[in-house]
């Protein structure tokens, strides 16, 4: 009988350590995977959680860094300590299921052109809300795309979906190594936001397709209203935006895309920054655009100012 593949979860923690113990107290509960290895790094937390961690989930590996690199960052320290033939990128505010890691394993196994798997995600608040169902391809003119399923209440609709998709989810999603041997790791300097699509794109242009299969699912803590406005979301929204299709788009896409970015995006934001009286969200918008008139597209610089 053959061995069951390894399977390393790995996934980052910044501040709120009881998250990060919901969750791995669920992985314990489901258990029913034979091959399994737990890594959990916290990004530069204000009070470090790892010394009390350590004496409650001694078969956890924990790694401290000493400052916060981002999610693709805090992800790619975890993928250096991982040694799975299956990398589960997860965030930490999710919940498994019973089935979750073996139906993820399965896909990959059966499927050797497949590179990236996500599960369907529930809402934890709301669990008969769709998160993800998949993703629709992306418009490189635009920069926009849309999340299949999204604020749905889950009849099983889209239950059938065992297949390609636009993109992963960034909350839940399963690599195979030898993609990333391919493709690398993330790109740090996305820092938030947009990291994930950037990276299956890499995966897709190294010849392996990202798929989804609803028969898995995950719940996922992340609140239904999205969360607030700040001006560190809107730079990197932005600045992200433009850097995404600096990457992944094709020159005749990404010409017209700044054009459309700045004769339209630019000023609708601006007029809804005033209506809104959050002005001080104008110079992270122009400092978005900066940032990528200014910077190479792997520039290690992240540009956000208070």
Same mark, same amino acid.
């Given at each position: 009988?053959?061995?069951?593949?390894?399977?390393?979860?790995?996934?980052?923690?910044?501040?709120?350590?009881?998250?990060?113990?919901? &969750?791995?107290?669920? #992985? $314990?509960?489901?258990?029913?995977?034979?091959? @399994?290895?737990?890594?959990?790094?916290?990004?530069?937390?204000?009070?470090?959680?790892?010394?009390?961690?350590? @004496?409650?989930?001694?078969?956890?590996?924990?790694?401290?860094? +000493?400052?916060? @690199?981002?999610? $693709?960052?805090?992800?790619? %320290?975890?993928?250096?300590? $991982?040694?799975?033939? =299956?990398?589960?990128?997860?965030?930490?505010?999710?919940?498994?299921?019973?089935?979750?890691?073996?139906?993820?394993?399965?896909?990959?196994?059966? /499927?050797?052109?497949?590179?990236?798997?996500?599960? *369907?995600?529930?809402?934890?608040? +709301?669990?008969?809300?769709?998160?993800?169902?998949?993703?629709?391809? &992306?418009?490189?003119?635009?920069?926009?795309?849309?999340?299949?399923?999204?604020?749905?209440?889950?009849?099983?609709?889209?239950?059938?979906?065992?297949?390609? !998709?636009?993109?992963?989810?960034?909350?839940?999603?399963?690599?195979?190594?030898?993609?990333?041997?391919?493709?690398?790791?993330?790109?740090?300097?996305?820092?938030?936001?947009?990291?994930?699509?950037?990276?299956?794109?890499? #995966?897709?242009?190294?010849? =392996?397709? %990202?798929?989804?299969?609803?028969?898995?699912?995950?719940?996922? *803590?992340?609140?239904?209203?999205?969360?607030?406005?700040?001006?560190?979301?809107?730079?990197? &929204?932005?600045?992200?935006?433009?850097?995404? %299709?600096?990457?992944?788009?094709?020159?005749?896409?990404?010409?017209?895309?700044?054009?459309?970015?700045?004769?339209?995006? !630019?000023?609708? /934001?601006?007029?809804?920054?005033?209506? !809104? *009286? /959050? =002005?001080?969200? %104008?110079?992270?918008?122009?400092?978005?655009?900066?940032?990528?008139?200014?910077?190479?597209?792997?520039?290690?610089?992240?540009?956000?100012?208070?």
């Amino acid at each position: 009988m053959n061995m069951a593949k390894k399977v390393s979860i790995i996934t980052v923690n910044f501040n709120h350590s009881y998250v990060t113990d919901d &969750m791995l107290d669920s #992985i $314990a509960a489901v258990g029913g995977y034979p091959n @399994l290895e737990i890594i959990v790094v916290d990004n530069g937390s204000k009070e470090n959680p790892v010394p009390a961690w350590v @004496l409650k989930y001694p078969y956890v590996q924990f790694i401290r860094s +000493d400052k916060n @690199l981002g999610f $693709a960052g805090g992800n790619n %320290i975890g993928l250096k300590a $991982a040694t799975g033939d =299956y990398l589960f990128f997860v965030n930490n505010d999710t919940v498994f299921t019973n089935g979750l890691i073996q139906t993820l394993v399965d896909t990959l196994e059966a /499927n050797a052109f497949v590179g990236v798997v996500s599960p *369907k995600l529930l809402y934890f608040d +709301d669990p008969g809300m769709l998160q993800y169902a998949g993703y629709t391809a &992306m418009n490189y003119y635009t920069a926009r795309n849309s999340c299949v399923g999204q604020f749905e209440r889950d009849h099983r609709q889209y239950d059938h979906l065992v297949g390609e !998709t636009g993109f992963a989810h960034g909350a839940a999603m399963m690599v195979r190594r030898e993609a990333i041997e391919k493709a690398g790791a993330m790109a740090e300097n996305f820092f938030l936001y947009y990291e994930e699509l950037d990276w299956c794109d890499r #995966i897709k242009r190294s010849g =392996y397709a %990202i798929w989804v299969n609803m028969q898995a699912t995950i719940y996922h *803590k992340e609140s239904i209203s999205v969360g607030k406005k700040s001006a560190l979301k809107e730079y990197y &929204m932005n600045r992200n935006r433009l850097l995404y %299709i600096r990457r992944n788009a094709p020159v005749l896409a990404r010409f017209i895309f700044w054009v459309y970015f700045i004769c339209l995006v !630019t000023p609708r /934001n601006m007029l809804d920054y005033v209506k !809104t *009286k /959050n =002005y001080h969200f %104008i110079p992270q918008l122009f400092r978005a655009i900066w940032w990528n008139l200014s910077n190479g597209v792997n520039s290690t610089y992240l540009g956000f100012k208070q």
